[in-house]
């Protein structure tokens, strides 16, 4: 990502959005009741309510002759629109060797293409454009966007289509940007925060890729080719595997043909072999000794659920959201405000392409941090014997479709859905539709979700502990 972020990929992004400020982020964020007698009717008889206004039309789609699919999705009320290509070229499509070579890719982009032949033309022709030009890398994929007012689409589209379809991958721009991005890698490694998030991956899944960091080690970075960067954007930026996101005022899109013509810079390569996919959950506990005041907490359950129904990654996000992502959650409202605990504890759902999982937080002060750990872990345990009410569901419902509805008056966050969606899913893209599912999960589908979540997890901390603390 080209701005300040605590964190450079979107996946985190999402996952923490209703935690850092979280990153979930995204996102995506990320991710019974058993004996207990209720005799209120089901959310879906009593009317989940549909909270969207206006819904967004239907997503136009067609495929270019490259592969590359190209998606229309009008907004209606926006005079802005946002122009998003990505590709299933993630962190987690990287060899050992490779890890961080999609994050220095897509910097390396910005560097110049055809047409703006280095990075003072990119910027400046997007700020003529007014337009705000970014970009992501996850583990799942790398995405490239501008958002601009709808009468600049045509440029707009130049722009973008000509320094990440065609860039030059200057030799000596790639030694100077090998130093700016060492630099953003040590300067996560001095927040506590992200070694704790750094460590929480690790302990979830090893050393498989999803384990790895996104930017990857400094040691890779220095040894990076541009020979090895442009056989890795040719070896996983295929159409088929890619597509491009126009979100927004339609109004003054370029033709048919012309659009063609622009998504047609893209190269026609070979299909992408498959990334290495999921292993089974052998959880750890990871702690980094740190004498400090703050301790770091995370916890990551894998929810026993079945990641390819968007209807279950729903309920799962209406589980999280009750549990820890608002404030009138189980986790805020009794290890915040009646114990005291903490200022900063949540809980936040994601779904990589092939695993969904569950992840907590805190930063607490150290004196308290194992404490709140056990109480949170039981807290978990008790939404999975006794479930929740049909009150926290309704209300968590209603919040979390809430929040996308805010969201997706943003056409950038409308056009990331889709991209996720279509790309790390591989489902029709349709961001009215996850609203749609939300409003339409029922609270036995949740109960389903708490019953789903074992009593096995991965821990890591960062602060003054050892791992047989937890």
């Known amino acids: ?92 499509t990287e060899r050992p060797e490779e890890n961080g070579m999609a994050h220095f890719l897509e910097h390396l982009v910005f560097k110049g293409g055809d047409k703006y032949p280095n990075h003072r033309a990119i910027n400046e022709t997007a700020e003529a454009l007014g337009g705000v030009l970014n970009a992501y890398t996850s583990h799942d994929l790398v995405a490239f966007h501008i958002t601009a007012r ?56 090893g050393d498989h890729p999803l384990g790895r960091t996104v930017l990857g080690p400094e040691e890779n970075l220095r040894a990076f080719t541009r020979e090895g960067i442009v056989a890795f954007r040719e070896r996983r930026w295929a159409g088929d595997h890619g597509g491009a996101f126009l979100v927004g005022n339609l109004d003054h899109l370029p033709d048919d043909a012309q659009l063609e013509e622009l998504f047609g810079r893209f190269p026609s390569l070979p299909e992408p072999g498959p990334y290495e996919p999921v292993r089974d959950f052998s959880p750890s506990t990871l702690v980094e000794e740190r004498e ?19 209807a279950t990654r729903a309920a799962l996000s209406i589980y999280a959201t009750l549990l820890g992502g608002s404030m ?76 996308r509805v805010l969201a997706f008056e943003n056409s950038g966050a409308v056009a990331r859905t889709a991209a996720s969606q279509a790309i790390v899913y591989r489902e029709e893209p349709d961001p009215q539709a996850t609203i749609d599912a939300i409003d339409a999960v029922t609270f036995d589908e949740v109960v389903e979700v708490a019953r789903s979540i074992e009593d096995r997890l991965a821990i890591a901390c960062v602060g003054p502990h050892t791992a047989d603390q937890f």
Not at 18 to 23: F, S, V
Not at 64 to 86: C, D, S, Y
Not at 155 to 169: H, K, Q, S, Y
Request: glycine share 6%; charged share 30%.
């Open 328 to 403: 009138s959650s189980r986790l805020f409202e009794e290890i915040r405000e009646q114990r005291g605990l903490c200022y900063s504890v949540y809980a936040v759902d994601h779904a990589f392409a092939d695993v969904p999982i569950l992840q907590l937080g805190s930063g607490l002060d150290s004196s308290k941090c194992i404490e709140a750990y056990s109480r949170m872990r039981e807290i978990v345990s008790e939404l999975r014997t006794d479930g929740p009410t049909r009150e926290e569901v309704d209300r968590a419902r209603s919040y979390a479709a809430g929040r």
């Open 150 to 205: 709808s009468e600049a689409a045509p440029e707009a589209i130049d722009l973008l289509t000509d320094f990440v379809a065609r860039p030059r991958i200057d030799a000596q721009e790639l030694d100077k940007e090998r130093g700016v991005v060492i630099q953003e890698i040590n300067r996560a490694y001095d927040q506590p925060s992200m070694i704790a998030e750094y460590l929480i991956d690790r302990a979830a899944f």
């Open 1 to 92: 990502m080209r701005v300040a972020m605590p964190r450079t990929d979107a996946e985190r992004l999402s996952r923490l959005q209703g935690a850092l400020q979280r990153a979930a982020t995204l996102g995506d964020p990320l991710r019974g009741a058993r004996g207990r007698v209720e005799v209120a009717p089901p959310a879906r008889e009593r009317g989940a309510r549909a909270l969207t206004c206006v819904a967004m039309s239907a997503v136009d789609s067609s495929e270019l002759a490259n592969g590359l699919r190209l998606h229309r999705a009008a907004v209606p009320g926006t005079g802005a629109i946002t122009i998003l290509v990505a590709f299933d070229a993630g962190a987690r």
């Open 292 to 310: 400090t005041n703050q301790s770091h907490l995370r916890m990551i359950y894998r929810p026993d659920i079945d990641n390819d129904d968007p």
